[in-house]
């Protein structure tokens, strides 16, 4: 159905609440729209709060972890030290001073950071508390599991193989 | 997401994922809208249904301008019957352009920008409805605002 025809038979409010049209522009209107746009997006971007830019960075991690530990498929490029790094990058602090506001030794921080080791239990409460609620300490851990589950999935064979010795006994039954 | 059920005012959640070749078997012009076969390949495209159901209740389709930290919203459509009137299902409109929003920010973080190209008669709707601001033809949403639209429709 033609736009002109919904909008005959419907109020322009009802067809912006349901629909967004396709509107074509020529190469040259296009290029004009764009740069306006950049020239709006510019002003709202210089009035724009320190808060408010910390709003948007904290959920854009916020979504990231979500994304991560929701998916049914492990995705290799994000890890617990993978968004540990990118909390503190996008807080714009130094490591050190970091590692001192969560009461913790630089040398643990750079091996979470690093994947060279498991985090302890306080860390994800830590880290809620520091970012005053805004990422949940359930969030850590559950890509802390995520972690493990990808793990696990990487190096099934191997895994089973190395505690394979260990098991001597077992049922016969398999559901 | 939550989307309520018209007739109870009933809260059911939602799920909005990409959409997957199959799908078209479902999605015809007359109940659609537009030739969404048309959309493969320009964008990304993205359907909401009620968690556990097949029924695709709204369609976006979303296209990503890296070098500028934005999402444009192409298109977007309710099934016919949730448009207008005697609508069975609100708040999927709303919700489509708040997940656009969510993922803006998740790509772009505090840069992050949507926007969509009005038919003129429906401009002073959208500003009003989801609180969209001028950029020359174009309507979008930045910093506050793009959090408030996701705070208000992804609680």
Same mark, same amino acid.
């Given at each position: 159905?033609?736009?002109?025809?919904?909008?005959?038979?419907?109020?322009?409010?009802?067809?912006?609440?349901?629909?967004?049209?396709?509107?074509?522009?020529?190469?040259?209107?296009?290029?004009?729209?764009?740069?306006?746009?950049?020239?709006?997006?510019?002003?709202?971007?210089?009035?724009?709060?320190?808060?408010?830019?910390?709003?948007?960075?904290?959920?854009?991690?916020?979504?990231?972890?979500?994304?991560?530990?929701?998916?049914?498929?492990?995705?290799?490029?994000?890890?617990?030290?993978?968004?540990?790094?990118?909390?503190?990058?996008?807080?714009?602090?130094?490591?050190?001073?970091?590692?001192?506001?969560?009461?913790?030794?630089?040398?643990?921080?750079?091996?979470?950071?690093?994947?060279?080791?498991?985090?302890?239990?306080?860390?994800?409460?830590?880290?809620?508390?520091?970012?005053?609620?805004?990422?949940?300490?359930?969030?850590?851990?559950?890509?802390?599991?995520?972690?493990?589950?990808?793990?696990?999935?990487?190096?099934?064979?191997?895994?089973?193989?190395?505690?394979?010795?260990?098991?001597?006994?077992?049922?016969?039954?398999?559901? | 997401?939550?989307?309520?059920?018209?007739?109870?005012?009933?809260?059911?959640?939602?799920?909005?994922?990409?959409?997957?070749? !199959?799908?078209?078997?479902?999605?015809?012009?007359?109940? /659609?809208?537009?030739?969404? #076969?048309?959309?493969?390949? =320009? @964008?990304? +495209?993205?359907?909401?249904?009620?968690?556990?159901?097949?029924?695709?209740?709204?369609?976006?389709?979303?296209?990503?301008?890296?070098?500028?930290?934005?999402?444009? !919203?192409?298109?977007?459509?309710?099934?016919?019957?949730? /448009?207008?009137?005697?609508? #069975?299902?609100?708040?999927? =409109? @709303?919700? +489509?352009?708040?997940?656009?929003?969510?993922?803006?920010?998740?790509?772009?973080?505090?840069?992050?920008?949507?926007?969509?190209?009005?038919?003129?008669?429906?401009?002073?709707?959208?500003?009003?409805?989801?609180?969209?601001?001028?950029?020359?033809?174009?309507?979008?949403?930045?910093? =506050?605002?793009?959090?408030?639209?996701?705070?208000?429709?992804?609680?």
């Amino acid at each position: 159905m033609s736009y002109k025809k919904l909008l005959h038979e419907h109020s322009p409010k009802d067809l912006a609440e349901s629909l967004v049209f396709p509107v074509r522009l020529s190469a040259k209107q296009q290029k004009a729209a764009d740069l306006q746009l950049a020239e709006a997006r510019q002003k709202l971007q210089e009035k724009m709060t320190d808060a408010e830019k910390l709003t948007g960075r904290l959920m854009g991690l916020k979504f990231r972890m979500e994304d991560y530990f929701r998916a049914e498929k492990p995705n290799t490029e994000y890890s617990f030290g993978y968004f540990l790094k990118l909390y503190i990058e996008l807080l714009d602090m130094k490591r050190r001073e970091f590692a001192e506001q969560i009461g913790i030794d630089e040398t643990l921080l750079s091996q979470l950071i690093n994947q060279r080791r498991t985090p302890p239990e306080y860390i994800p409460i830590r880290l809620e508390l520091h970012s005053n609620n805004s990422i949940p300490a359930e969030y850590w851990f559950r890509v802390i599991e995520k972690d493990r589950e990808g793990a696990m999935l990487l190096n099934k064979a191997a895994m089973r193989k190395k505690e394979m010795k260990y098991v001597t006994g077992g049922i016969s039954v398999q559901i | 997401m939550a989307i309520i059920e018209v007739a109870t005012g009933r809260k059911l959640t939602a799920s909005i994922s990409p959409l997957e070749d !199959i799908d078209f078997k479902q999605i015809t012009k007359k109940r /659609y809208f537009f030739d969404w #076969k048309k959309e493969k390949g =320009a @964008g990304e +495209l993205f359907k909401l249904t009620l968690q556990g159901e097949s029924e695709i209740l709204g369609l976006l389709a979303l296209k990503d301008f890296p070098t500028e930290f934005r999402m444009q !919203i192409h298109l977007l459509c309710v099934s016919r019957e949730n /448009y207008s009137k005697g609508k #069975k299902y609100d708040g999927i =409109a @709303g919700s +489509l352009i708040a997940f656009a929003a969510r993922t803006a920010i998740g790509k772009y973080f505090e840069d992050a920008c949507i926007s969509l190209l009005p038919k003129t008669e429906l401009r002073a709707h959208y500003k009003s409805k989801y609180g969209m601001m001028d950029g020359g033809p174009q309507l979008f949403l930045e910093g =506050a605002r793009l959090h408030a639209i996701i705070k208000k429709y992804l609680p």
